[in-house]
Every structure is written in C-alpha cells, then in structure tokens.
C-alpha cells in the first residue's frame, strides 16, 4: 500500500460529517478485537483520505494524520481502534454490532463493545477531522490526529509505541488529549504501575507427615500479612491528589492436595503517583517486604498533569469542570515521555469499560464533541 492510495475494503465508507453519536455506531459495527484492527484502519484511513487538508501515514494499523496551516501551537488528539475481546455470556449487551436502548439510532443510550473504551473518543476525533475545515474558517491550532492499534494488550505490541519509534518527529507536538472515557472531566497525567513476585521456599513433604517438611505457603503469610496492613498514599502532583494502591493480585503455590508446597509466589501491583520513578516505586515495596525474595517484573512510568502549560490550562477552562487525577496507567504517559503534557477527555463512564453491558449516551459524545469544536476554534 502506497502513501497516496487508500485501501480498498468492503466495509461501508465512514460518514465523518454524520452525527458523532450515529458515527460511534458505525465504527463500533466494525469488530476491531486486539489483533483484528485492519478492517477498522482500513475505514479510518479511507475516510480521512478524503480531506484534503490533512498529511496522511499509516504504519500497520496506527494512522498519523496532520494539518500544516503554520499555527503557533499544535495539539494531538490520540486514540486506540482496538477494544478487548467480546462478552462470552450469551445476549451481552457490550457486544458487536452496536444496539440503541430506544430502539431509535442516535437517540439515548448505545450498547456494545467499545462503546466507552473507546470508539467514542475515536468517533469525535473522526468527527472533528471531518469537520474543521467546514465553513472555510480553519482552526486556530495545528492538530496531529493518531489512531493506533494493540492498546489493550501487552505494551511491547502497543501500536502508539511503534508510532513513536517509526515516526517520532511526526509526534511532536505542545498538548495532548488522549480520547479516554473521563465522563467529560479532564483527567490530568496517569498513575504509574509496577508488577512484582514475591517468593517463598519450603520443602516438600507427604501432607500426613507434613513435620517432614517446610510449608511455603503458610511462610507467605507475612507477606500479605504486610501489603494488607499497608496505607497507601495520598500525593498530591501539581494540584492534583493522586491515590496509590499496593495490592497482592494472585498467589499460586502447591503441587498436589497432599503434598506440602514447597513454593509460592505472590503476584503484586503497585499503582504508584506520578511523583515517582518505577525505580522508587520499587525501593518502596522492596522496603515494606524486607526480607522476602522480590522481584520486579514489569513496570510503567506514570505521567505528571502538566496541567499549567497555557495550552492545558486553556482547556481545562474551556472544559468548565474541575479537573480529576487518573488513578490508572493510560498512553499519556507515553506523550509525558516525549516532553508533552498530556491529559485524558473523553466520553463515556471509564468504570463501564470492558463490561458485558458496555455503554455510553449519545450526548455525551456530543457534548464532548462541542467542547473539543470550541475549544480548537479558539
């Protein structure tokens, strides 16, 4: 595929001038699980293809579209195509194609998957994209619009991370909004999180004998003893007060039902403020676990809000509502490694995400729309 040719596909060509709620319809009808994102980029593509205002990449199933009007200041809008995978209960809700509650398209609440995380955001980017150059009034800021592939699995397959190695410079920008569900509030900057395995060793024995032996579970017992007694913090980062969480997520010890288990390994994430490196995320759980076998096996750096830079600050006030903390780790942190502040705003309730009954209200897309129109037209 050439740069300047638009994929063929059998999917019905996107109406990006449609209403935002009937929109997020459309692109939620295209099942775009982890791994299955090519028919919804190929629509994406096509669609954005057609305005011809816009400079246009495309790496695997991640799209880099950009206005050059020569403005000061350049914004990115950013969302992942991808949803995790589809309810298994039979007559979910949150499934694909999309259903209207009113039985009415565009009226009241849309169910399926990806209805808040997060093909929503992705409808008002396309939205927005479709529109901004109607009227023959050009927007007041340059907008770099990223749609990106393999968000919700694991970070080495990210789509957003590829993007950044392939086409760095084509990311550089002063503010980014990353099209999260927030329920319409700005959330500013993201937690970090970190995996650890926390190990015992016993020996093992008969269970009708089990003097003979060492039982390593039972010695796990101070560790959860220690992480359940533990307070976790409050830190306050340029404004914002961030809640941390220290939590055992999964223990797996024995062999047999009568063998005394000789290990046991305790599965721990620490969600931790952005005030932190991973590196003192970990000093912190290696201090509060002295004495046990620790070992760090995974870890993201979180995001400061960045909330005073003039574009951000500009934002939140257009958006009227008092800015929150993201409490869990969202592709903001990856802007924040790139020297650009970023927040969340999107549609949708974040708490619905990846349920059976996966849903959003039409309005709130528009709403969300309006705000991100008025705010760009400065």
Known sequence: MTAETAPESSTLPLDLRQDVALLTAAIMDINSVSGNETELADAVEAALRTIPELNIVRDGDAIIARTELGNPERVILAGHLDTVPLPLAEGSLGTVPSSWESGVPGEGVLYGRGATDMKGGVAVQLALAGTMFDGGTAPKRDVTFVFYDHEEVEAVKSGLGRLVRNHGGLLDGDFAILLEPTDGTVEGGCNGTSRF????????????????????????????????????????????????????????????????????????????????????????????????????????AGARPGLQHPAAASFVAAVGAEPKPKYGWTDVARFSELGIPAVNFGPGDALLAHKDNEHVHADAIRKCLQALQDWLAG
């Open 197 to 300: 395995e926390a190990t015992t060793v016993g020996e093992a024995a008969h269970s009708a004998r089990a003097w003979m032996g060492s039982n390593a579970i039972h010695a796990a017992a101070p560790i959860l003893a220690r992480l359940a007694a533990y307070q976790p913090l409050t830190v306050n980062v340029d404004g914002l007060d961030y809640r941390e969480s220290l939590n055992a997520v999964r223990i797996n010890g024995g062999t047999a039902g009568n063998v005394i288990p000789d290990r046991c390994v305790v599965e721990i994430n620490y969600r931790f403020a952005p005030d932190k490196t991973p590196d003192q995320a970990e000093a912190v759980v290696r201090e509060l676990l002295d004495g046990f076998d620790v070992v760090r096996t995974d870890a993201a």
